[in-house]
C-alpha cells in the first residue's frame, strides 16, 4: 500500500486533517492493520458468497429437497439479482442512520445468521425442525397421452430457504457497499494514488476468495456433503466478523453525515416535473414552503450544498449507466459461456483413470471430469496476476511518464476487451457450429444429462475467458474508483450502492435479452433441441451483444469526454470536487 504523496488540493488537505483527527492515536503504521483487515475481511466474505451462489442450483435439485431444475433455477437467479439490487439499501442506511462501521458490523451479524440458517436446512434434524417433514409422493397414473401435463411438485422448504437466500442477499449487497468505501477512507490520508491502490488490491482480495471458493467449498458441496461446505461458509462468515471487530482500534469510523438521497429526489422532481412537484408542496405544512435561507439551520448539507451535489450526481449517473451494456457482456461468463463450454469436448481430470472396470467406477466417471465452472478461474487467475504487476510495475511506470489514463479511460479501455471477449466468443461458437452441421459430434455425460459436443477441446474458451479478465481489471476496477472519488461525501455509500446495482441491472439485460431471443423464430429458438443449443445460433447472439457494447462505448467516450472538460474547469467552493486520478 501506498506512502504519503504529493501535496494535495486545498479541499483535499482539509479532508485528510479530519480523517487525520479520527485515526486512533498511536503508531503511524496503524492504516496498514486497518487496510489489511478490510482486505482479508473481503476476502472472506466473497468466499463465502460464491461457496452459497456456486452449487446453488445442485443444492436444490438434490434427493434431500427434490426441486425442479426451473424451481432451482428461479430460486439462484433471485438470490444473485437481490444481492446486487438490494445495494443501494446498506449504503443508504449507512449514510443516514448506521456509519459504515456499524452497519458492517450489523451486515456481517445478519450474513452469519442467514448462512446457519441455510446451513440448517442441510441435514436431516435441521430440515424437519424449520420445514417440517418432507411430503410423501403421491403415486399417479402413468401420462395416456404425449400432450398431457403433470402438476408441478410443492417445492419442499421453499419459505425457509427463500427466507435464508433474501437474508444472504441483503447482507451480501449491504457489506459488498460498505466495505468498498469504508477500506478506502483507511487510506485516504495518505495521498491522491492511495485509493487508487487500495481498489486495485481490493479487487485482487476479492478474487482470491473466489478462487478458494471455487477450487475447495464447491468440489467439497459436489463430492462429499453439502453440510460441510455450508459449514465452511458459516466459518468464513464468522471469521470475518471476529477479525472486522479485532481491528476496530486501527479503524478510522466516520459517523453517518446523512444521505442526500430524499433531497436529490425532490431536486429531480422540482427539476423535471415543475407541475406535480408545485401540487405536492402545496399540500407540506407552511414551514416546509419557506425558501431556504428563511429555515432555521439543520444539520446537515446547506440547501446551496444540496444544489451543487445534485448537479454533481447528474454528471456522474450518465457515466455509470453507461456501464450497464458492459455488465450484459461481463454476466456472459457466467451463463452463456458456460452454455458453449457444456457442448465443447471436457476432458477428464485423470485421462488415464479406467473407468470401465465395472460400474461403479462408470457411475462415477463424470465425477473425474473437468467442471465446467472451472473455467471461471481463467478470469480469476489473470486477475490475481495482472492486479499487482499493474499495481507495483505498469502504473508506477506510467505515472512517471505522465501517462497514467484517468478512470475514464481506463473504463474505455475495459469495453474494448470486454468487446473482443464476446467476439471470441462468437468466432468460436461459429466454428462449433460447423462441426455440428456436418453431423461431426461426441457424446458426453455431465451429471445425469448428455450433451452432444463439437469435437473442439474446451480450452479453446480460455481466450474469451482471459479478455474478459483484462476487461474487468480496467473497468470494475476504475469504476469503483470512479464511484467512490467522484461521489459527494454524503453519498458516497449510496453511490457504491448504485454502482452495484447497476451492474445487476445489466446481468438482468442479459438474461431478458436471452430470454426474448428464445421466442418463436428467436435466435435462441430450438425447443425441438431438448438441452442441447446445437440448432440455435448463439452466435449472432454473441454479435448481438458485441454491436450493443461498441454502441455504448462510443456513448460513453462522449459523456466520458464532457465529464473531463466539465471537471477542469473552475469548481463551485461549496461542492468540492475529489480526485478522479
Known amino acids: 500500500m501506498p506512502g504519503p504523496s504529493a501535496p494535495a488540493a486545498p479541499w483535499e488537505s482539509e479532508e485528510r486533517q479530519r480523517l487525520l483527527a479520527l485515526r486512533p492515536r498511536g503508531p503511524r503504521r496503524w492504516w496498514r492493520v486497518a487496510a489489511a483487515a478490510v482486505l482479508v475481511v473481503e476476502m472472506l466474505e466473497r468466499a463465502a458468497f460464491f461457496g452459497v451462489a456456486g452449487n446453488l442450483v445442485l443444492y436444490l435439485n438434490s434427493a434431500e429437497l427434490k426441486w425442479a431444475g426451473e424451481q432451482a433455477s428461479r430460486a439462484a437467479l433471485v438470490f444473485l439479482g437481490a444481492s446486487y439490487l438490494l445495494a443501494p439499501v446498506g449504503g443508504w442506511l449507512a449514510d443516514v442512520y448506521l456509519g459504515r462501521y456499524r452497519a458492517i458490523v450489523l451486515s456481517l451479524l445478519l450474513y452469519l445468521a442467514a448462512s446457519g440458517l441455510l446451513a440448517s436446512t442441510a441435514f436431516p434434524d435441521g430440515r424437519s425442525s424449520f420445514c417440517g417433514e418432507i411430503p410423501s409422493a403421491r403415486l399417479e397414473p402413468a401420462c395416456p397421452s404425449p400432450g398431457c401435463q403433470y402438476t408441478s411438485r410443492a417445492t419442499y422448504c421453499a419459505p425457509t430457504l427463500y427466507a435464508a437466500l433474501l437474508l444472504l442477499a441483503l447482507a451480501a449487497s449491504s457489506v459488498r457497499s460498505n466495505l468498498t468505501s469504508f477500506g478506502a477512507d483507511q487510506v485516504m490520508d495518505l495521498g491522491r494514488h492511495a485509493s487508487r491502490r487500495f481498489f486495485n488490491w481490493f479487487y485482487w482480495s476479492l478474487n482470491v476468495g473466489a478462487m478458494l471458493s471455487l477450487l475447495v467449498v464447491a468440489f467439497i458441496q459436489q463430492n462429499i456433503n453439502f453440510l460441510l461446505g455450508y459449514s465452511i461458509v458459516v466459518g468464513c462468515v464468522g471469521l470475518a466478523f471476529f477479525i472486522f471487530l479485532f481491528a476496530t482500534p486501527s479503524f478510522i469510523i466516520k459517523p453517518p453525515t446523512g444521505s442526500q438521497v430524499s433531497s436529490m429526489l425532490k431536486l429531480a422532481l422540482q427539476n423535471c416535473c415543475p407541475r406535480l412537484w408545485h401540487r405536492h408542496s402545496a399540500r407540506d405544512p407552511p414551514s416546509a414552503q419557506l425558501l431556504p435561507d ?265 459523456i466520458a469526454d464532457r465529464y473531463e472538460r466539465a471537471a477542469k474547469s473552475p469548481a463551485p467552493q461549496s461542492c468540492p470536487r475529489r480526485d478522479s486520478g
Open 294 to 558: 428563511q429555515r432555521l439551520p439543520q444539520p446537515g448539507p446547506s440547501p446551496k450544498e444540496d444544489i451543487a451535489n445534485f448537479q454533481v450526481l447528474v454528471k456522474i449517473l450518465p457515466v455509470m449507466v453507461t456501464l450497464v451494456p458492459y455488465w450484459m457482456v461481463y454476466f456472459q461468463m457466467q451463463s452463456t459461456y458456460v452454455l458453449q463450454g457444456l457442448h465443447l469436448q471436457i476432458p477428464n481430470i485423470f485421462p488415464n483413470c479406467p473407468t470401465n472396470r465395472s460400474e461403479t467406477l462408470r457411475a462415477q466417471g463424470s465425477i473425474y471430469k473437468i467442471p465446467e465452472a472451472w473455467l471461471l478461474l481463467a478470469n480469476v487467475i489473470v486477475l490475481l496476476i495482472l492486479v499487482p504487476v499493474k499495481d507495483h510495475l505498469l502504473d508506477p511506470l506510467l505515472l512517471r511518464c505522465k501517462l497514467l489514463p484517468s478512470a475514464l479511460q481506463k473504463m474505455a479501455l475495459g469495453m474494448f476487451f470486454g468487446f473482443t471477449s464476446v467476439i471470441v466468443a462468437g468466432i468460436l461458437e461459429m466454428k462449433r457450429l460447423e462441426y455440428i452441421s456436418s453431423n461431426q459430434t461426441v457424446s458426453q455425460q455431465i451429471g445425469q444429462d448428455m450433451y452432444y459436443a463439437a469435437p473442439l477441446s474446451i480450452w479453446w474458451q480460455t481466450p474469451q475467458y482471459l479478455l474478459i479478465g483484462i476487461s474487468e481489471i480496467f473497468a470494475s476496477i476504475a469504476g469503483l474508483e470512479f464511484a467512490y472519488s467522484e461521489a459527494p461525501r454524503s453519498m458516497q455509500g449510496a453511490l457504491m450502492g448504485i454502482f452495484f446495482c447497476l451492474s445487476g441491472v445489466g446481468s438482468l439485460l442479459g438474461s431478458s435479452l436471452v430470454a426474448l431471443l428464445s421466442l418463436p423464430r428467436g435466435w435462441l429458438y430450438c425447443p425441438e433441441d431438448t438441452g442441447n443449443i446445437n440448432k440455435c445460433r448463439m452466435d449472432l447472439y454473441f454479435f448481438l451483444l458485441a454491436g450493443i457494447q461498441a454502441a455504448a462505448a462510443l456513448l460513453f467516450i462522449i
